[in-house]
């Protein structure tokens, strides 16, 4: 069973900030929020993960509240290159990483 | 460098037919994992190598599906008398296990399996 809750859909216009919610209200303290994302017909792309403090890459930023009960994943200048299948994970990293239904998110022009 | 790669991209066959499919993880890393995916559905877990350790096959559906990973490196999945309920896209990943958790899995492009 997948530990985490996120919108099924979400739509973004080009250039705009996409912010990805994801709830994970029984996280435990060892375990870390990952986020992959799934182009169609490729296999998962790693985006980032963390544990307690804010993150950011060249692909995104994670935002983890305090209680760690939620996250967002942010991808500040979304483009339609973009468009794909969102999953947000709680795991210590390795054979528990459980992939759920993920967020379908469509950049639109 | 090099990501996972997996051989080959594509496969018909007949019910009733084995099949291989191969993975070859990224040079280095110490942990092997296998999903499968069904057309339109999530990643389901199916088998995990950790160096020399006995692997953790809790995830394989049946006693149909087995899974070896030589000298630490290559993996293959062999499916027996393959039934159409098998076709899916078969991922393999492999990632570093560093210590304190926190470990990174890099998939590969996935082996399309189709059961006729």
């Known amino acids: 069973d997948a530990k985490t809750t996120q919108p099924p859909s979400m739509d973004c216009a080009e250039g705009r900030a996409a912010n990805l919610p994801c709830n994970h209200s029984?996280?435990?303290?060892?375990?870390?929020v990952y986020w992959y994302r799934q182009i169609h017909s490729q296999g998962p792309q790693y985006i980032i993960h963390?544990?307690?403090n804010n993150e950011t890459n060249e692909m995104a930023s994670l935002i983890i509240t305090e209680d760690r009960k939620s996250s967002t994943l942010i991808l500040p200048h979304a483009t339609l290159r973009d468009t794909a299948v969102y999953y947000c994970?709680?795991?210590?990293?390795?054979?528990?990483?459980?992939f759920g239904a993920g967020t379908r998110l469509t950049v639109k022009p | 460098g090099a990501g996972v790669s997996q051989s080959p991209s594509n496969k018909v066959t007949e019910k009733g037919k084995d099949v291989e499919l191969r993975c070859d993880p990224i040079?280095?890393?110490?942990?092997l994992y296998w999903y499968r995916q069904s057309l339109g559905q999530g990643l389901e877990f199916l088998i995990y190598?950790?160096?020399?350790?006995?692997?953790?096959k809790s995830g394989l559906p049946s006693d149909r599906f087995s899974a070896e990973r030589t000298g630490g490196s290559v993996s293959t999945l062999t499916i027996q008398r393959t039934q159409q309920e098998d076709s899916a896209v078969y991922l393999c990943?492999?990632?570093?296990?560093?210590?304190?958790?926190?470990?990174?899995?890099?998939f590969g492009p996935g082996t399309r399996l189709t059961v006729l």
């Open positions: 990943a492999s990632s570093l296990l560093p210590a304190g958790g926190g470990d990174t899995q890099y």
């Open positions: 029984t996280i435990s303290g060892n375990e870390y």
């Open positions: 963390g544990l307690k």
């Open positions: 994970i709680v795991s210590m990293g390795n054979n528990d990483m459980r």
């Open positions: 040079s280095g890393h110490t942990a």
């Open positions: 190598f950790q160096g020399n350790s006995a692997p953790d």
